[in-house]
């Protein structure tokens, strides 16, 4: 019998779900504005501490998009209109495929082997940008279009039209328990008419991640939907000094490259009103990954790190604008350098790959972004770590003999619940 790979069906998904074609309309009469398409109706209950100011910028704001390879995005006008608002930077990668491992990767600094688009929920000693976040009083939040219920954690949601625009594997602090489990956080786990009240209330937070729908954001529809969202959504609300502060950096990228045999090099732009005049409209070869959006961060409030792949200085170079302002040291790896494969899936280990499996590991104390120490959740059992990480089993081989077809069929939830079985007898 032929079992296709957790790699195959997710590769036969997102071909099935990309013949659907459709015009970019409006969902509402501006970003500002309420919705009824945005299905929940909006909390005003976020509370934000004081703004604390960084090195460089007092609000990092990044927006995703979805499966684009670079020249198809270089290739939209509105993309080389925002180009010559910013930076654009031209050695900007993904870290693995599909979607759902580098969405977790930009907030937990690893994707745990995951080659997937499953429903996973990441143990509660696991750590995310949140902590670091909280460790200093700066706001966050996160916005997802069509998320019907603050802090919802079902797989997806379908509007009453019958489409499902809305979709966990894109929400990337949902997915990890220590966020979602905990009410203050979750309720910062927002939807698109909270982000219209909180503009409009100049509420928004000093970290924030921006999800817009399966259609908006390119994945179920084409690079030029996803230029009309932008044209309808950024555009105006780059004048819109509630979003865009003269303290502001944006980040606008993609999740991955769509063509996997090729590298996963994404279009990745620099905006806000921080990027001085004299840097717009430039470009930066520099070589970064999701990882650096992490240090980053750090490296502007001097945070703390993760003691994942953002202490890893092969992967997370800090943006040069933020690195040439703070003397912080970069290596020297750009576009044209030899760079690491970070096409790669299904073959790196984890907790989160059957395959390959090996329980979550503690952090290993390094250095980010900033000069802050490795954060251990109080809760992390520090036994296991790198020095000592048993060798990979095949979770799959050792208990799917009976079933290949119901692993075919279900693939997503089998794993999971034999993953968190085997990390509750291992870690807790
Ligand atoms: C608003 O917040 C309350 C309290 O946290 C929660 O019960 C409710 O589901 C939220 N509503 C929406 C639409 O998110
Ligand atoms: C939505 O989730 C349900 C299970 O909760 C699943 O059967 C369905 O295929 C999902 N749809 C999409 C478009 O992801
Ligand atoms: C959605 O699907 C339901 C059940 O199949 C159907 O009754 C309803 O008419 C559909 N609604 C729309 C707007 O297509
Ligand atoms: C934003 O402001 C600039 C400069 O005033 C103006 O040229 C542009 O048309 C405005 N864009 C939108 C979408 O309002
Ligand atoms: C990754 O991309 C490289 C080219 O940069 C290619 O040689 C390699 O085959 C790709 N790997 C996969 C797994 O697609
Ligand atoms: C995808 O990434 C590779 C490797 O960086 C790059 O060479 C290629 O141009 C990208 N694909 C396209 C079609 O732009
Ligand atoms: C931006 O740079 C491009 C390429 O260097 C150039 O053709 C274009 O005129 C520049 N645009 C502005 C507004 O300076
Ligand atoms: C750092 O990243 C490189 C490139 O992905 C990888 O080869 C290396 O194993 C990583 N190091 C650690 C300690 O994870
Ligand atoms: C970067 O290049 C400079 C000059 O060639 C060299 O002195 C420095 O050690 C390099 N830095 C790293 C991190 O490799
Ligand atoms: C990490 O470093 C801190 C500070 O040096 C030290 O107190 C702690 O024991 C270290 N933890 C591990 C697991 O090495
Ligand atoms: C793990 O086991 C499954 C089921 O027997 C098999 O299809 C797969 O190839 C195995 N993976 C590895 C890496 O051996
Ligand atoms: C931590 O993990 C080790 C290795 O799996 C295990 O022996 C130990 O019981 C765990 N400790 C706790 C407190 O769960």
Do not use: C
Not at 167 to 196: G, M, Q
Not at 388 to 397: E, G
């Amino acid at each position: 019998m032929i079992v296709p790979s957790i790699f195959a069906l997710a590769v036969l998904a997102r071909t099935a779900s990309a013949a659907i074609a459709s015009t970019f309309t409006t969902p509402a009469p501006a970003p500002t504005s309420e919705s009824s398409f945005y299905v929940g109706a909006a909390n005003t209950t976020i509370t934000n501490s004081p703004i604390v100011p960084g090195l460089v910028f007092d609000r990092f704001i990044q927006i995703w998009l979805e499966n684009t390879d670079f020249a198809s995005a270089a290739s939209q006008p509105v993309f080389q209109a925002l180009a010559e608002q910013g930076i654009t930077l031209t050695g900007y990668y993904g870290v693995t495929h599909p979607s759902e491992p580098n969405y977790l990767a930009a907030v937990g600094g690893d994707f745990f082997g995951l080659a997937a688009d499953a429903l996973e929920y990441i143990p509660t000693n696991i750590s995310t940008i949140a902590d670091l976040l909280d460790q200093k009083n700066i706001s966050w939040a996160t916005y997802q279009e069509n998320m019907p219920t603050d802090g919802y954690e079902a797989y997806n949601y379908t509007n009453s039209d019958n489409y499902t625009y809305y979709v966990r594997k894109h929400n990337p602090l949902v997915i990890y328990e220590s966020v979602a489990n905990i009410s203050t956080r979750s309720a910062r786990i927002r939807n698109f008419n909270d982000f219209a009240v909180d503009v409009g209330n100049n509420s928004l937070s000093q970290w924030i991640f921006i999800t817009p729908n399966l259609r908006d954001d390119g994945h179920d529809t084409s690079v030029g939907y996803a230029a009309s969202w932008l044209n309808y959504w950024l555009l105006p609300l780059l004048n819109d000094t509630n979003f865009n502060t003269a303290n502001t950096l944006i980040l606008l990228t993609f999740d991955e490259n769509e063509t996997y045999t090729i590298g996963n090099n994404v279009f990745s732009l620099l905006l806000g009103g921080v990027i001085p005049q004299a840097q717009k409209n430039t470009t930066d070869a520099t070589f970064y990954t999701h990882y650096s959006t992490l240090t980053t961060v750090q490296n502007n409030w001097d945070l703390g790190n993760l003691g994942r792949q953002d202490t890893n200085k092969t992967v997370s170079n800090v943006f040069d604008f933020v690195a040439s302002h703070t003397s912080y040291k970069n290596n020297n790896l750009t576009a044209s350098s030899t760079l690491p494969q970070l096409n790669i899936t299904g073959t790196i280990p984890g907790p989160l790959n059957p395959d390959y499996y090996v329980p979550y590991l503690a952090p290993t104390n390094g250095t980010g972004g900033g000069s802050g120490p490795t954060f251990f959740a109080s809760n992390v059992n520090m036994t296991l770590n790198s020095s000592d990480a048993p060798a990979p089993i095949n979770i799959t081989a050792a208990t799917t003999t009976s079933s290949a077809a119901g692993l075919m069929s279900n693939a997503g939830s089998m794993i999971t619940a034999i993953a968190v079985a085997a990390v509750a007898a291992m870690l807790f």
